[in-house]
């Protein structure tokens, strides 16, 4: 059983701020921990403008507290994601999000990431995966 909070991972090699200034994210489920899974709290900052796409991963993502808004890039159709509402990027969707109000969410992604991954410049997170232990 795995039982940890996002206080405890705080400052830590879990806790991972974006090279560009523009979110945050506290990794409470890594790819190490073998659950076939990642679950974070990320917090994307007011006034900020984050483009991804998710090219090798499958994520989904509940808004807790704050507004932002979601462009479907290949489509051009925005969402509003307040509380309560969750979007999923089920088909590796290009994807804007505009920062209205701090937009706190938990996420979910498969494949697992590993905690090391940052964006590249298309938006990306690369499929890295966890070394084998070496055999003692």
């Known amino acids: 059983m795995i039982v940890r909070s ?9 806790h991972v701020r974006a090279a560009s200034g523009t979110w945050e994210s506290k990794r409470i ?23 991804m ?3 090798n991963h499958i994520e989904a993502v509940v808004c807790v507290e704050g507004e932002a808004e979601l462009t479907d890039r290949d489509t051009g159709q925005t969402y509003t994601i307040t509380p ?3 979007y999923c990027l089920n088909e590796h969707d290009r994807h804007t999000l505009r920062v209205k109000k701090d937009f706190r969410c938990i996420c979910v992604f498969n494949p697992p990431v590993t905690g090391r991954e940052d964006h590249d410049e298309n938006g990306v997170y690369p499929l ?7 055999e003692v």
């Open 6 to 14: 996002f206080k405890e991972i705080e400052d830590t090699d879990r």
């Open 29 to 51: 489920l890594l790819a190490k921990d073998k659950v076939g899974f990642s679950l974070h709290e990320t917090v994307l900052y007011a006034g900020t403008e984050t483009s």
């Open 53 to 55: 796409w998710y090219a």
């Open 84 to 86: 309560g509402t969750m």
């Open 128 to 134: 890295l995966t966890e070394p084998e232990p070496e």
